[in-house]
Nanobody
Framework: QVQVVESGGGLVQPGGSLSLSCEAS????????MGWYRQAHGKQRELVAD???????NYADSVKGRFTISRDYSSNRVYLQSNSPKPEDTAVYYC??????????????WGQGTQVTVSS
């Protein structure tokens, strides 16, 4: 069994500080990639940013230069930070993990989601 648990979020002021973290734990052979998606009310879920095994990062155009994704490989944690959030960043943020639970079994897992509301 593998668990994916997010923390952080809540109410954030525009231009304030946004910080999310996510940890994958349990029966893990190897984590390949970790990322953050978000889903605003009435919209489809979209990629915010992800980070692979070699540290390669990928960002949505809407958050480039404003959001930073980072990863702690030793503890299977991934972080998302912003010092310039905007009201349009308001959404439920989901952590996504792509991993191998053994040498041959690949699995994609999602966290339960955490609400981020950017408002003054």
């Amino acid at each position: 069994q593998v668990q994916v648990v997010e923390s952080g979020g809540g109410l954030v002021q525009p231009g304030g500080s946004l910080s999310l973290s996510c940890e994958a734990s349990g029966s893990i052979f190897r984590v390949v990639a970790m990322g953050w998606y978000r889903q605003a009310h009435g919209k489809q879920r979209e990629l915010v940013a992800d980070i692979g095994t070699a540290g390669h990062t990928n960002y949505a155009d809407s958050v480039k230069g404003r959001f930073t994704i980072s990863r702690d490989y030793s503890s299977n944690r991934v972080y998302l930070q912003s010092n310039s959030p905007k009201p349009e960043d308001t959404a439920v943020y989901y952590c996504q993990v792509y991993l191998f639970s053994d040498a041959r079994t690949a699995t994609e897992l999602w966290g339960q989601g955490t609400q981020v509301t950017v408002s003054s």
